[in-house]
T-cell receptor, first 111, second 112 residues
Framework: LAKTTQPISMDSYEGQEVNITCSHNNIATNDYITWYQQFPSQGPRFIIQGYKTKVTNEVASLFIPADRKSSTLSLPRVSLSDTAVYYC????????????FGAGTTVTVRA | NAGVTQTPKFQVLKTGQSMTLQCAQDMNHNSMYWYRQDPGMGLRLIYYSASEGTTDKGEVPNGYNVSRLNKREFSLRLESAAPSQTSVYFCATTPGTDQPQHFGDGTRLSIL
């Protein structure tokens, strides 16, 4: 089970770009990298998933270097509604069901 | 959260009481999971069911039992509730092993 390390908290202001880096030194060949967002009193919500290089969707971008030992979630032009906890998960490879979330990164966006 | 329904949303129990948390999904997903989330912490996996008819322990299974009733439903049972089980419980589903999880909105359980 690949262990992940990410910052406990980050502060930002509206309109700025927020980059959250997650370290996963023992990532396995079959592992995907997945990011979730969680608001208070709600379940986590899928943001983006990638395996290598760069993935972009309407919400975020995910940058993964060639060695795949880290990944960076990029949130462009954040707003107050982006204040949430963001979780990085590594796994979902073949037969890898035993995923657990770390403490995540609390992102606070200020006006 | 559309697709994954958890009941009840809130529950208060006394120590020693039993309780079953229900989870139902209408997305025809194969795999289902139960997590607990304690204040200020991430989610920890209690049990999971890779497919109908199978269940397996996660990271923190002690004090819990599960039942995969059919493809749609996955229940979590506390046989003798303890204050340490006060938490928010989330159910999640995924179509397959390489797909992201879909979560319900949780059951907030307090044990006095």
């Amino acid at each position: 089970l690949a262990k992940t390390t990410q910052p406990i908290s980050m502060d930002s202001y509206e309109g700025q770009e927020v980059n959250i880096t997650c370290s996963h030194n023992n990532i396995a060949t079959n592992d995907y990298i997945t990011w979730y967002q969680q608001f208070p009193s709600q379940g986590p919500r899928f943001i983006i998933q990638g395996y290598k290089t760069k993935v972009t969707n309407e919400v975020a971008s995910l940058f993964i270097p060639a060695d795949r030992k880290s990944s960076t979630l990029s949130l462009p032009r954040v707003s107050l509604s982006d204040t949430a906890v963001y979780y990085c998960l590594v796994g979902l490879g073949t037969n890898d069901y035993k995923l657990s979330f770390g403490a995540g990164t609390t992102v606070t966006v200020r006006a | 959260n559309a697709g994954v329904t958890q009941t009840p949303k809130f529950q208060v129990l006394k120590t020693g009481q039993s309780m079953t948390l229900q989870c139902a999904q209408d997305m025809n997903h194969n795999s289902m999971y139960w997590y607990r989330q304690d204040p200020g912490m991430g989610l920890r996996l209690i049990y999971y069911s890779a497919s109908e008819g199978t269940t397996d322990k996660g990271e923190v299974p002690n004090g819990y039992n599960v039942s995969r009733l059919n493809k749609r439903e996955f229940s979590l049972r506390l046989e003798s509730a303890a204050p340490s089980q006060t938490s928010v419980y989330f159910c999640a589903t995924t179509p397959g092993t390489d797909q992201p999880q879909h979560f319900g909105d949780g059951t907030r359980l307090s044990i006095l």
